[in-house]
């Protein structure tokens, strides 16, 4: 027999010191911070505590431009996902591509499009649009 139900299973998520930072700060200032390896030479972003590639400790945060490349993208039924890397940064950071229904292309040039209201989530950053579509507005 199969039962069908949920379970509410509350919990806390403690983001670390640098994806703490960088989501204070996102919601604070709204900018993007990356995270240098000293030992690798990569900006990483968001900003990390450790380095992935290498295990070093990252140094202090750094400002990366909310512009950038998208360098693979996927639509889905919610909508379309992409990996952009954010000019000033080695590593690309996956997020809403907006709109939905643009022709994407690898290489295609973004920038972050942020909420007014900001609340220290990563979801502060409302997905990335075409650059074209920003400079319209700027």
């Known amino acids: 027999m199969i039962r069908e139900g949920s379970i509410h299973i509350p919990f806390t998520y403690a983001a670390g010191r640098a994806a703490s930072r960088f989501l204070v700060v996102l919601?604070?200032?709204?900018?993007?911070l990356g995270s240098p390896c000293p030992a690798c030479r990569r900006v990483l972003c968001p900003a990390r505590s450790f380095c992935?590639?290498?295990?070093?400790?990252?140094?202090?945060?750094?400002?990366?431009?909310?512009?950038?490349?998208?360098?693979?993208?996927?639509?889905?039924?919610?909508?379309?996902?992409?990996?952009?890397?954010?000019?000033?940064?080695?590593t690309a950071m996956l997020h809403r591509l907006l709109p939905?229904?643009?022709?994407?292309t690898i290489g295609a040039r973004v920038r972050a499009r942020l909420l007014p209201e900001r609340t220290g989530s990563i979801t502060d950053i409302e997905g990335?649009?075409?650059?074209?579509?920003?400079?319209?507005?700027a």
């Open 27 to 32: 919601r604070d200032e709204g900018r993007i």
């Open 100 to 104: 939905a229904g643009a022709k994407w």
């Open 52 to 90: 992935p590639r290498c295990g070093e400790e990252t140094g202090e945060p750094v400002v990366v431009d909310p512009a950038g490349t998208v360098v693979s993208f996927t639509e889905t039924a919610a909508g379309v996902f992409g990996l952009v890397r954010p000019d000033g940064a080695d």
């Open 128 to 137: 990335f649009e075409p650059l074209e579509a920003t400079e319209d507005h």
